[in-house]
């Protein structure tokens, strides 16, 4: 079974630039997450998608990201304009439906520097 | 609201000792807890999940129990060797909240 793939695994951009994450779950999973973990913090879960629609998206900064997932596939997450306080590593997981009785599956990252 | 806690924040032990990570949490009402394993630059890989009916789950030399009404989780490590070297986080799953986690313990074992 293919793992959750995301894109680019790094990125540096100035600030007030923006950027943007690709990821493509796992077959099947109708549960795709996003998650923000800053350096020696935990993942803070940003947004949560039940096949396209969005489930909890509480701790979203929506004046500057946002992120879709067409068709319930694969999703991206766009910030703009970029501050410095978002350098982090952005992770997608994914889980065959909401239930915390499912385990997550994440993919590698991408790592976002913001000069 | 769900407050995790980790500890000790980092950890660094020699190859074969036997090691205990702790995890609290400050909302007991939970369905389950997951503890992870994160190696640098990389996601977080599922280790065990603990269904909050059960009090142990195995998996090889991990061995994880959970305490819900005294908010705890451990994470017992037997034998460890150098390649278990990573951070370890919990996450506890309280069912209408998505998975909060800790900050980890990150762990290195002396070859």
């Known amino acids: 079974e293919a793992g959750v793939a995301q894109s680019p695994r790094y990125k540096i951009i100035e600030k007030r630039q923006s950027v943007a994450f690709w990821c493509n779950p796992i077959?099947?999973?109708?549960?795709l997450y996003w998650y923000q973990q800053i350096l020696g913090q935990g993942p803070k879960l940003l947004i949560q998608?039940?096949?396209?629609?969005?489930?909890?998206d509480s701790q979203l900064p929506k004046d500057r990201f946002s992120a879709e997932r067409l068709k319930g596939v694969d999703s991206t997450l766009k910030i703009q304009p970029a501050k410095l306080e978002d350098s982090a590593v952005y992770l997608c997981?994914?889980?065959?439906?909401?239930?915390?009785?499912?385990?997550?599956?994440f993919g590698a990252g991408s790592r976002l520097t913001v000069l | 609201k769900q407050e995790v806690t980790q500890i000790p924040a980092a950890l660094s032990v020699p190859e074969g000792e036997n090691l205990v990570l702790n995890c609290s949490f400050t909302?007991?009402?939970?369905?389950?807890l997951q503890w992870f394993r994160q190696d640098p630059g990389k996601g977080l890989t599922s280790l065990l999940l603990?269904?909050?009916?059960?009090r142990e789950q195995t998996s090889g030399r991990l061995n994880a129990s959970l305490d819900k009404s005294s908010g705890r989780s451990t994470l017992y490590i037997a034998a460890s060797q150098p390649g278990d070297s990573a951070t370890y986080l919990c996450?506890?799953?309280?069912?209408?909240?998505?998975?909060?986690f800790g900050k980890g313990t990150r762990l290195s074992v002396i070859a």
């Open positions: 603990i269904q909050s009916s059960q």
């Open positions: 996450a506890p799953y309280s069912g209408n909240t998505p998975l909060v």
């Open positions: 997981a994914s889980s065959r439906s909401a239930s915390g009785a499912n385990v997550l599956t």
């Open positions: 909302d007991s009402a939970i369905y389950n």
């Open positions: 077959s099947g999973h109708a549960t």
């Open positions: 998608f039940q096949n396209n629609g969005v489930v909890d």
